[in-house]
């Protein structure tokens, strides 16, 4: 579905190729915003398929180390959305060189790019891990941050480049989402809602790892949503702003019940020791009193889309296919690459 009115603005989004931005991608597109991606696209160009041949969407395969590649990709764009990053800890830990360099290094450069490209507005995709572990029962966006891993110390400090980048005619906001879940045509299957769907559905069994651990999640397609708003809001409402972006606090427990009753076949809950008891919940209020962001979607949404793209055949080989889970699929693009070069997503 489009609008009438094809907007003015040409959005960069980096890791457009990944699991949010190949959902963010065409909900770009179908609002009227012309698009520019920049990616490896390791997990396949396939995963935009259905907008690949959109008139105004420009696919770039390159890496956002190269500041060729990213000047090539900033051509014409007024705004950017920078997901690209190897996300997550075990990923990020099979060459902390390389992630370093693609969530960190490239950063500082990747912002002055964008400002001498005469980009007005940056949106970062940062993590709601680097709170690290809090006691607070609601995290908040004004507490003290205090990152556990590489990983989430970098998005930290990329998120101190940012504002300090921004100026009068540069306007930078930060999201620090809870975990998303919910179907993409680049599925990851390494999230506790998906992994605990998958289970459901392809095995019949839900493994809980623990079970009394707090989790925030956030539905893909209000991920998307929040993007959407952030480029129509006003600029003097996002200047140096930091959001936290959930709707669902959540135990893993109360997710394997979710997840029990919304899969068609009878599934047993299976409970397993864990020395992994991280539990946080965060608190969205922000986002709610300044712009009135409201997710609309529930983690049974996301195991019902989830559910629906398993019967559809959407998602082959879910349990053994490296593509859904993001450390396997990184081990293969290392042992492909001469050097261990630049990954995202």
């Known amino acids: 579905m489009s ?42 160009i396939g995963v935009l398929g259905p907008v690949a041949a959109h008139p105004t969407l420009q696919l770039v395969t390159g890496d956002i180390r190269s500041a060729a590649d990213v000047r090539r990709s ?34 500082a450069p990747l912002v002055a790019l964008a400002k001498d490209s005469g980009v007005t507005r940056f949106i970062y995709a940062s993590s709601s891990s680097v709170y690290g572990v809090k006691d607070e029962p609601e995290v908040t966006e004004d507490l003290p941050l205090t990152p556990l891993t590489d990983y989430s110390t970098f998005k930290a400090q990329c998120e101190e480049i940012l504002l300090d980048a921004v100026d009068s005619d540069f306007t930078g906001v930060i999201v620090r989402p809870a975990t998303v879940c919910g179907y993409s045509p680049r599925q990851r299957l390494d999230l506790t809602v998906n ?3 998958n289970h459901a559905v392809n095995r019949g069994v839900i493994r ?10 956030l539905h893909i397609d209000d991920m998307c949503r ?19 972006i959930g709707s669902d606090n959540l135990t893993v427990d109360a997710i394997a019940q979710i997840v029990q009753a919304n899969t068609p076949a009878a599934t047993d809950v299976v409970h397993e020791a864990t020395d992994d008891l991280r539990s946080y919940r965060i ?32 998602l082959p080989d879910a349990m053994t296919d490296p593509r859904y889970i993001n450390i396997a699929r990184m081990r293969e693009v290392l042992e492909g690459l001469p050097n261990a070069g630049g990954a995202r997503r």
Do not use: K, M
């Open 3 to 44: 609008n009438e009115q094809p907007s003015s603005r040409r959005v960069l989004v980096t890791g457009g190729g990944g699991y949010v931005g190949a959902q963010l991608v065409p909900s770009l597109l179908a609002a009227g915003h012309a698009v520019t991606v920049l990616d490896t696209f390791w997990y396949g």
């Open 74 to 107: 900033l051509s014409g764009c007024t705004d950017v959305i920078h997901l690209a990053c190897i996300s997550n800890d075990p990923s990020y830990d099979l060459d902390p060189t390389l992630g370093r360099e693609i969530n960190y290094t490239a950063f």
């Open 195 to 197: 992994i605990l769907t």
């Open 208 to 217: 809980v790892f623990g079970g009394s651990q707090y989790r925030p999640n």
């Open 226 to 244: 929040a993007y959407l708003q952030l480029l129509a809001e006003p600029a003097e409402r996002l200047q140096g702003q930091v959001f936290n």
């Open 283 to 314: 608190s969205s209020q922000r986002i709610r009193d300044a712009l009135g962001f409201e997710p609309r979607l529930t983690v049974a949404d996301a195991v019902r889309d989830l559910v629906r793209a398993f019967s559809s055949g959407l």
